[in-house]
């Protein structure tokens, strides 16, 4: 069995989970180049929903703790970066899919796709296939419904994505269901990525319509999301609210004492140069 600890320094920590990487240009890098050694790995992409679950899922929190790389996905991630000087871009796993599926098309590795359903998979295959001619599908499957990242039918899946000579798998469960697959699938493969990207199959193939462009640069895409689905996406942002509160009132206070430690030290050094003046 594998075991996985990052070698990438964090470059920051949010709720007290590490960030290895600030965006999509970088996250792509780092993905091809650990391509380069044997080993099966995956990734994560944090947001206020993964911080709420990885307090309550100890499957989610061990999958976690084995990802190669944490990208920051949500606003508020970038936002709480910010507060302690760290600049990051929003990184989502739906951000991932096209520079990665353009890198491997280009580096002639395989593909394989792992989604919520075969109209979204075959009509995303469709449209990225015809942007990139290179594109190589060593296979696609849509688990069937209650896909249990434990079980039979999850280790079925494994063993064919093993056999496929996939180097790429991208997995759009939904979380929790896709880190755990993607932990559970590196550990039991080798030389793979597993890149889980929630519902980015389902915004190429159109099957979902994601946020315009202004309202993710202004961080107001979980209000379009919510816009689409209240019953689905309600509880689960008021949980984020509350997780978003208890880390935010501790950062933005630590965050206004430094910034009046900086303005006192300053007053001092002044009073300090004005006395030595004087004197």
């Not at 991630?77 to 739906?94: E, F, K, N, P, S």
């Not at 208890?246 to 001092?268: C, D, M, N, Y």
Request: with cysteine.
């Amino acid at each position: 069995m594998q075991t996985y600890v990052s070698r990438r320094a964090a470059i920051c920590a949010v709720g007290g989970q590490a960030v290895h990487v600030g965006s999509v240009e970088d996250t792509v890098s780092a993905v091809m180049a650990r391509l380069h050694e044997k080993t099966s790995f995956f990734i994560c992409t944090l947001n206020l929903d993964h911080l709420w679950k990885l307090k309550k899922d100890i499957s989610f929190s061990n999958a976690y703790s084995k990802a190669e790389l944490v990208t920051p996905d949500g606003f508020p991630i970038v936002l709480l970066a910010r507060l302690d000087g760290v600049r990051l871009r929003r990184t989502t796993g739906a951000d991932l899919v096209e520079p990665l599926w353009a890198a491997a098309a280009s580096n002639n590795l395989p593909l394989f796709v792992v989604g919520c359903n075969e109209q979204s998979i075959d009509t995303c295959i469709k449209v990225m296939s015809s942007r990139y001619q290179r594109t190589e599908i060593a296979g696609a499957v849509a688990p069937g419904m209650g896909f249990d990242p434990h079980g039979e039918e999850a280790k079925r899946l494994i063993a064919q994505i093993s056999a496929s000579r996939a180097k790429v798998c991208f997995v759009g469960l939904g979380a929790p269901t896709q880190e755990i697959f993607a932990a559970c699938a590196a550990d039991a493969t080798q030389g793979i990525a597993f890149i889980p990207i929630g519902a980015g199959l389902e915004f190429i193939a159109g099957t979902k319509i994601r946020a315009p462009l202004w309202m993710q640069n202004f961080g107001l895409e979980w209000f379009w999301r919510l816009a689409q689905e209240p019953r689905r996406l309600g509880t689960r942002y008021l949980k984020s609210a509350a997780i978003l509160c208890q880390i935010l009132a501790p950062a933005l206070l630590q965050s206004l004492s430094g910034k009046l430690l900086h303005v006192s030290r300053k007053e001092t050094a002044k009073k300090t140069q004005a006395f030595k003046f004087k004197s």
